[in-house]
Antibody, heavy 122, light 107 residues
């Protein structure tokens, strides 16, 4: 079955960087676009970024564009999120997520990891 | 960006009740709308996609309808396991956006 396991969260000071990883199993990783979605404490989910199957196309939400970078290594079945210039507003559980189908267009998120908590605090 | 607005924010209901949640998009998203259920400490769970398609394994008491800018999620007979927070989300265009959520509480 589909498994997505995030790691790399923790407490980080404002202005610093952090890299999240997500190891995928149970499916052909290179066949699916992948997403990061975050959820601040007590708030609803916020979509963060998406990367295409081959890694050539990325989109970001406005609040992280220029600071965050999504990437993938299909040989390692791993998705990454490099987060720079972190601020308190980035404190959240970060979820790795896979689309329902492999067409790469108008596919919804159907599979989620367990999430990894990022806390930005001095 | 497309804004998604859900109503109500909180809903108190009893087991067996018919429950309806509304989601409105700030511009037309055709039928590219999903509904998720989330329980505390867990990731969201996909219930409905493409406005009215039921995800595999989801009970048939859940249904979705609408297109363009107005959408609804209906639970035909509320069950104890259904008390949770529900979110709509558009995937018509990036950045994808979620509604603010509707918490279904026990009356």
């Amino acid at each position: 079955q589909v498994q997505l396991v995030e790691s790399g969260g923790g407490v980080v000071q404002p202005g610093r960087s952090l890299r999240l990883s997500c190891v995928a199993a149970g499916f052909t990783f290179s066949s699916y676009s992948m997403h990061w979605v975050r959820q601040a404490p007590g708030k609803g989910p916020e979509w963060v970024a998406v990367i295409s199957k081959d890694g050539s196309i990325q989109y970001y939400t406005d609040s992280v564009r220029g600071r965050f970078s999504i990437s993938r290594d299909n040989s390692k079945n791993t998705l990454y999120l490099q987060m720079n210039s972190l601020g308190a507003e980035d404190t959240a559980v970060y979820y790795c997520a896979r689309e329902q189908g492999s067409s790469g267009r108008y596919e919804i998120i159907a599979y989620w990891g367990q999430g990894t908590l990022v806390t930005v605090s001095s | 960006d497309i804004q998604m607005t859900q109503s109500p924010s909180t809903l108190s209901a009893s087991v067996g009740d018919r429950v309806t949640i509304t989601c409105r998009a700030s511009q037309s998203i055709s039928s590219w709308l999903a509904w998720y259920q989330q329980k505390p400490g867990k990731a969201p769970k996909l219930l409905i996609y493409k406005a009215s398609s039921l995800e595999s394994g989801v009970p048939s008491r859940f249904s979705g309808s609408g297109s363009g800018t107005e959408f609804t999620l209906t639970i035909s007979s509320l069950q104890p396991d259904d008390f949770a927070t529900f979110y709509c989300q558009q995937y018509h265009s990036y950045p994808w956006t979620f509604g603010q959520g509707t918490k279904v509480e026990i009356k």
